[in-house]
């Protein structure tokens, strides 16, 4: 079975500071991808960053990377430089290759930034 | 950039009613999922189709039924509704790109409401 954990439901983060948000999975499939999603309160959803299961590299787009620890099945995203823009929902989401095509996704992060 | 647009943006229906939501795909894009976000929940996806096939089902109550036309655009049909299919409908495209990426672009939604 596949599943993906987000352990902290709220966090804060200083203006300015960076904040690391905290995503595991679980899939016995070689073949995966790993995804962040930003959900603001409008209730889009807003691609963040992509991570291929047989990627050397850790992905980074912007102020976002995301540490991937493969052995550990952690996916952690990083925002660099908080932004008050950046206080919404975070969502970590794993599409596994004997899954089909769905997504599935974690209970998601609220992350708040203060001034 | 062209990106998923769905509509109605919001529907308000009473018990028993029928709702159709339509979903126009990014141009060139082979796939569509479809997702439901019950309030503070995490998205649960419903069902999706790649190249007008249906490719893979998942919690879609059986009252629900989707297809997707020949232009690629997608409909999701919902009979009998009850209370709690009152929820955030997401809709999303992708396409497979080289490597095995998959990214899937959301569309802002559309919101329903049963009363």
């Known amino acids: 079975a596949q599943k993906i954990t987000q352990t902290q439901p709220g966090m804060f983060v200083q203006e300015k500071e960076a904040v690391t948000l905290d995503c595991t999975y679980d899939?016995?499939?070689?073949?995966?991808?790993l995804f962040w999603y930003k959900q603001p309160s409008s209730g889009e959803m807003i691609f963040l960053i992509y991570?291929?299961?047989?990627?050397?590299q850790n992905a980074t787009e912007g102020r976002y990377s995301l540490n991937f620890q493969k052995a550990r099945k952690s996916a952690n995203l990083v925002i660099s430089a908080s932004q008050l823009g950046d206080s919404a929902m975070y969502f970590c989401?794993?599409?596994?290759?004997?899954?089909?095509?769905?997504?599935?996704f974690g209970a998601g992060t609220r992350l708040f930034v203060k001034a | 950039a062209a990106g998923v647009i769905q509509s109605p943006r919001h529907l308000i229906k009473e018990k028993r009613e029928t709702a159709t939501l339509k979903c126009y795909p990014i141009?060139?894009?082979?796939?569509v999922y479809w997702y439901q976000q019950g309030p503070g929940q995490d998205p649960q996806f419903l069902i999706s189709?790649?190249?007008?096939?249906?490719?893979d089902k998942g919690s879609i109550p059986d009252r629900f039924s989707a297809q997707q036309f020949s232009d690629y655009h997608s409909e999701l049909n919902m009979s009998s509704l009850e209370l709690g299919d009152s929820a955030l409908y997401f809709c999303?495209?992708?396409?497979?790109?080289?490597?095995?990426?998959?990214?899937?672009?959301f569309g802002p939604g559309t919101r329903l409401l049963v009363l």
């Open positions: 899939t016995s499939d070689p073949s995966y991808g």
């Open positions: 189709f790649y190249e007008k096939m249906q490719s």
């Open positions: 999303a495209s992708s396409i497979r790109l080289a490597g095995g990426q998959e990214t899937q672009y």
């Open positions: 989401a794993m599409r596994a290759k004997g899954g089909g095509f769905k997504t599935i």
């Open positions: 991570q291929g299961s047989y990627d050397q």
């Open positions: 141009p060139r894009h082979d796939t």
